[in-house]
């Protein structure tokens, strides 16, 4: 299983202990993959944001941060995972493989990260790099998820009988000809999170994908206590 996971990421591993190590699921015990998972997320978030700030000189700091997002969402991460056969790879107990673990964004995304921290230890930056050039979808495949992200949280708030979300514009900033506009998504009258868009219908779909990843990580997190981890 693990040279069908290095084949799929193009990169062999010179140390499999370390890629054994990323595909462990915390049901396994003290072994497992979170601390790789947290230095992956680092990696992952300094090699997007240099890729998009390379990428886009002219965008500012909101515009860039939300490109990123969408690169580095839950959504993002668990598609890459699957694409490569990383739930299927995964070594979990029984309990947590027949409660669809090997599905779960959640367990996809933290395997995902992980992954690409071991990559990070066994090659370097540029062998990380190597990987999220070749296995990462292009921008406009990993926007598609914002383009119903409004109706993807008020489905997830309302599951339990919620309210509907609702949403404001709170600040433009810009030349008139290519204005970014600011939204922000509310919830029972308190602030969830803000977004930005080229129009005010895209500020608040990102207002919204910020949400909902503001939603999957405190799901992770109860994940991660329900594991006997530490939040």
């Not at 140390?15 to 990323?22: I, M, S």
């Not at 995304?109 to 070749?134: H, P, T």
């Not at 921008?139 to 309302?158: C, I, S």
């Not at 005010?200 to 206590?225: I, P, T, W």
Request: some cysteine.
């Amino acid at each position: 299983m693990l040279d069908q996971v290095m084949k799929a990421l193009g990169y062999t591993f010179r140390d499999e202990a370390l890629l054994r190590r990323a595909l462990t699921h915390p049901s396994m015990g003290r072994e497992d993959n979170q601390r790789l998972e947290f230095l992956g997320d680092a990696v992952l978030q300094y090699l997007m944001s240099d890729a998009l700030y390379r990428a886009h000189p002219e965008d500012r700091e909101g515009a860039l941060t939300h490109r990123r997002q969408l690169m580095v969402c839950e959504a993002a991460l668990s598609a890459v995972a699957r694409r490569l056969g990383i739930g299927e790879a995964l070594v979990m107990d029984r309990g947590e493989e027949l409660t669809g673990g090997r599905e779960k964004p959640s367990v996809l995304c933290d395997a995902m990260e992980a992954v690409l921290a071991a990559v990070y230890l066994d090659g370097g930056m540029e062998a990380a790099r190597g990987v999220v050039e070749r296995c990462w979808p292009g921008e406009k495949e990993a926007a598609r998820p914002l383009q119903d992200a409004k109706g993807a949280l008020q489905e997830a708030l309302q599951k339990d009988g919620g309210e509907t979300p609702t949403y404001e514009i709170t600040g433009q900033s810009g030349p008139p000809h290519a204005p970014m506009f600011r939204a922000t998504v509310y919830f029972r009258g308190e602030a969830m999170a803000e977004g930005e868009g080229r129009t005010k219908k895209q500020a608040e779909q990102a207002a919204a994908l910020a949400a909902l990843s503001g939603l999957s990580s405190e799901n992770r997190r109860d994940d991660r206590k329900d594991d006997g981890g530490i939040a």
